[in-house]
């Protein structure tokens, strides 16, 4: 990603899957992220023994701009490549935006 202003690459760690089609179209179900994420939710570190019930902290739901989405740390590529590639094949085969981005620790404690 490059910043036009600073003529600067950016590097970031995590993109997003947002649930709208390249055509704008809102991605049905609606808790379409929250089964995602839990599919993954065994990808984590030390999963211990209430880790089922915690989502991974390389996959998890977000809400951005009333849009559910889903931010993926590209950590989870070295961690578990499988995964990885299912989730990216996952917004790919149902035509989802991807958004090569990061969140600000800030925003992601307000929402």
């Not at 990885?84 to 992601?108: G, M, R, S, T, W």
Request: hydrophobic residues 40%; aromatic residues 10%; glycine residues 6%.
């Amino acid at each position: 990603m490059v910043d036009s202003k600073l003529k600067v690459k950016v590097h970031t760690n995590e993109f997003f899957i947002l649930g709208l089609t390249s055509n704008g179209r809102q991605f049905r179900p609606s808790d379409w992220s929250e089964r995602l994420c839990g599919a993954m939710s065994s990808f984590r570190p030390n999963n211990g023994r209430h880790g089922h019930l915690r989502y991974s902290p390389f996959v998890r739901p977000i809400l951005l701009n009333g849009v559910r989405s889903v931010v993926v740390d590209h950590a989870l590529r070295d961690i578990e490549p499988l995964a990885y590639h299912f989730v990216v094949n996952f917004a790919k085969d149902n035509d989802l935006q991807i958004v090569d981005a990061c969140l600000l620790p800030d925003a992601e404690n307000k929402g």
